[in-house]
């Protein structure tokens, strides 16, 4: 059985940190691409930061030098290192993990948490 189980969520203060972490059992972690995505209240669900199998990240313009995603194979956690933290990032977190494998047959493997809570207010 496959979970991903997120943790690390809660309420900051503007200008404020907080790590989140996402915990995979049931998978080979290290073949798979680690995304945080967010959904705020109204929102599409947009993707956040994303790290690859070899270690390569992409962040989307919003977040770019506040935030940083790391893994760590040997625990099968994926970590989103959250800094300077503004009210417009109060959102849900989800993490996913994602894989695709081509033998005979295009095979894609695509799971997620169940979210985390960011609240970002004074």
């Known amino acids: 059985q496959v979970q991903l189980v997120e943790s690390g969520g809660g309420l900051v203060q503007p200008g404020g940190s907080l790590r989140l972490s996402c915990a995979a059992s049931?998978?080979?972690?290290?073949?798979?691409?680690m995304t945080w995505y967010r959904q705020a209240p109204g929102k599409q669900r947009e993707l956040v930061a994303s790290i690859g199998t070899g270690g390569s990240t992409n962040y989307a313009d919003s977040v770019k030098g506040r935030f940083t995603i790391s893994r760590d194979n040997a625990k099968n956690t994926v970590y989103l290192q959250m800094n300077s933290l503004k009210p417009k990032d109060t959102a849900v977190y989800y993490c996913n993990a994602h894989r695709v494998v081509v033998l005979n047959s295009r095979r894609e493997y695509d799971y997620w948490g169940q979210g985390t809570q960011v609240t970002v207010s004074s």
């Open positions: 049931g998978i080979g972690f290290s073949l798979y691409v």
